[in-house]
């Protein structure tokens, strides 16, 4: 796999590239031009990827066009911070943007826009205050009431409209509506708010305007200018589409090449959070590392977590594109990037639980080897290979060595025999133990001549993993399972009540084989029997890499002994 989308397959099908096909063949279209547009209040998420993929996905499928927009209506939530953020993810999972725009580009022709609607009778500056507004509002059962304000003159809506803009009142005073029908069944026709003032300081106009335009003018109408087609959004948007549709109806802009609005079901996966203020909560509560916390399905969580932009573009191509909500299982992302770092990983030795043990017999009876030359892949000789030092004292894991286990028990217990992964056939001959009872301590023998063969009347019960403890490079190891104990956190009232508390687990003294010692940030490993992992980008240092647990080798769930 290469690193770009842009040179990988397709899409799968779905109703939005068929709304595409019958908009070519009956004329309605003649290209594609979409756009990604997030607020930027937040770090993106595994969800943004989802949106991602597609928007950019159908630009690159049909030679089209996609933007990234900043939907930037709101100044008091904006961070440069985020902006930063967001082009490093879209760039990271392989995707280029035609151009960056904001919906704040637009707010002198928005401002006109809604002129236009004010001379055509169609917008009217309200006084009541935002709590008034939604009691009139309704519900779906009831009708609003229309405001008493609702029919004042063009000239007087005019008149407030430019007070409004010249900084005439406070907050929350006035606004300004469009006319449309307080009866209508859908709630976000009944009189929407179009523009609110607020005293801010915006990241990009700076404290030129006081007033901004509301989400659904601006969404329809920046589409609009910058020639967008097919406007993806999520389900939640779908009652929008009406008052999308009626503001482009009502304005002077080219009628003939309108962009239409489609919805799509949102990404919602097990154990994860997608939502910006839920993730912010978090990290402004100190519950994680920051917004990449390898926890954490932000994006750049994950890349921190060692997951690849191939394995999360495959994610998204196998959950396809529908109108059905679903939660998809965590197990359906893992088994992307396993697929994705199984083939592409460097295989390591890396013991996370050291316990000592003594090869007794070395340097007698032929044991005098004091390296092995190893593959770094078993698939894939074109990664080379490299050599792993051995020696009288070893390091294996403390879950591979029992006094006496039953024969299910496939690794090392007194008496009986294993191999050691690229290297000999040992039989534990005794062990040593502290006051507490705990083994500190295996005395073993090797078996000659079997290093890579099998030899008569020696029958090994498994494979173990090993370092040599005389020259093995010593470091912290960070393990990570779900940060939620609960797979659905954003259901939760007390998000905090469903933390998990042994998410992290940091394993100080690993010992890992000199190699992984000259790993750097962006390298991933399968340690062998254990899982992938990745350099961690945050607490590494030069010569010194600490690694973080992408995934372990099998589903936990279904992982036997
Ligand atoms: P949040 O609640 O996290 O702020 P949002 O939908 O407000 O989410 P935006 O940054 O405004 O986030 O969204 C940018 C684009 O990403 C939108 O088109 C939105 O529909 C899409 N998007 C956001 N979350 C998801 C999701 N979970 N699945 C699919 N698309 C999503
Ligand atoms: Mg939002």
């Given at each position: 796999?290469?690193?770009s ?5 397709s ?16 004329g309605?279209?003649d ?19 989802k ?6 996905g ?32 879209v ?19 928005l401002?006109?826009?809604?002129l236009?609607?004010i ?8 006084e ?21 304000y609702?029919?004042?003159s ?20 006035v ?5 449309i ?9 009944r ?16 404290d ?7 989400y ?9 200018l910058e020639?967008?087609?097919?406007s ?5 948007f ?24 489609y ?5 919602n ?23 990449d ?21 495959e ?5 396809g594109?529908?109108?059905q ?22 295989r ?5 639980h050291?316990?000592?043990?003594v ?25 080379g290979?490299?050599?792993?030092s ?9 879950a ?15 008496g ?8 000999y056939?040992i039989?534990a001959i005794?062990c040593?133990?502290d ?57 939760c009232?007390?998000i ?43 607490t590494?240092q ?14 936990n ?5």
């Amino acid at each position: 796999m290469t690193d770009s989308a842009h040179s990988e397959k397709s899409i799968p099908r779905n109703f939005i590239t068929d709304i595409i096909d019958t908009d070519f063949k009956e004329g309605r279209a003649d290209h594609v031009a979409t756009r990604f547009p997030p607020e930027p209040n937040g770090y993106l998420h595994i969800g943004h990827a989802k949106s991602i993929c597609l928007n950019f996905g159908l630009a690159r499928d049909y030679q089209g066009t996609c933007n990234l927009r900043y939907d930037d209506t709101n100044p008091v939530k904006e961070d440069p911070e985020y902006v930063r953020a967001i082009e490093r993810d879209v760039q990271w999972l392989g995707f280029k943007w035609t151009e960056i725009r904001h919906s704040s580009d637009y707010f002198d022709k928005l401002y006109n826009f809604a002129l236009e609607l004010i001379d055509k009778g169609l917008a009217y500056v309200d006084e009541l205050s935002p709590d008034e507004i939604r009691a009139y509002r309704g519900t779906l059962t009831e009708p609003g009431k229309e405001s008493p304000y609702r029919n004042r003159s063009v000239e007087e809506n005019r008149s407030l409209f430019e007070q409004m803009k010249a900084g005439k009142f406070e907050e929350g005073k006035v606004c300004l509506r469009a006319k449309i029908d307080m009866a209508s069944p859908f709630i976000c026709m009944r009189d929407p708010v179009i523009y609110r003032v607020r005293y801010a300081t915006h990241a990009q106009t700076g404290d030129k305007w006081c007033i901004y335009p509301m989400y659904d003018f601006t969404h329809c109408i920046s589409d609009a200018l910058e020639g967008i087609t097919h406007s993806i959004c999520t389900l939640e948007f779908q009652d929008n589409r009406r008052l999308y549709d009626w503001v482009l109806e009502h304005i002077s802009i080219d009628q003939v090449h309108r962009p239409h609005q489609y919805e799509f079901s949102r990404l919602n996966l097990e154990y994860a959070l997608t939502s910006k203020r839920k993730l912010n909560f978090l990290v402004q509560e100190g519950v994680v590392d920051g917004w990449d916390d390898p926890r954490l399905a932000t994006i750049s969580g994950m890349r921190r977590r060692g997951y690849t932009p191939q394995a999360i573009r495959e994610f998204c191509r196998r959950i396809g594109v529908t109108k059905q909500e679903n939660v998809v299982e965590l197990a359906a992302l893992e088994s992307c990037i396993r697929e994705d770092l199984n083939a592409t990983a460097p295989r390591a030795m890396a013991v996370l639980h050291p316990l000592k043990l003594v090869i007794d017999n070395f340097g007698q009876d032929g044991i005098t080897e004091t390296s092995f030359t190893v593959p770094n892949h078993p698939e894939r000789l074109e990664l080379g290979e490299r050599q792993i030092s051995f020696g009288r004292e070893l390091y294996i894991d403390e879950a591979d060595f029992r006094e006496e286990a039953n024969k299910q028990y496939k690794r090392l217990k007194l008496g009986a025999e294993v191999r050691l992964r690229h290297g000999y056939i040992i039989k534990a001959i005794s062990c040593e133990k502290d006051e507490s009872g705990r083994v500190t301590l295996v005395h073993a023998e090797a078996v000659p001549n079997s290093v890579g063969n099998n030899v008569e009347g020696h029958k090994p019960k498994g494979v173990i993993h090993w370092v040599n403890a005389g020259d093995c490079f010593k470091t912290q190891v960070n393990l990570y399972s779900t940060l939620f104990t609960d797979p659905n956190p954003g259901a939760c009232e007390d998000i905090l009540s469903v933390v998990n508390k042994d998410s992290l687990v940091v394993l100080k003294d690993c010992c890992l084989e000199r190699s992984l010692e000259a790993a750097v940030v962006g390298q991933s490993f399968q340690f062998e029997r254990e899982g992938y992992f990745c350099v961690d980008s945050k607490t590494s240092q030069q010569g010194h890499p600490v690694f973080n647990l992408t995934v372990l080798l099998r589903d936990n769930k279904k992982a036997a002994l």
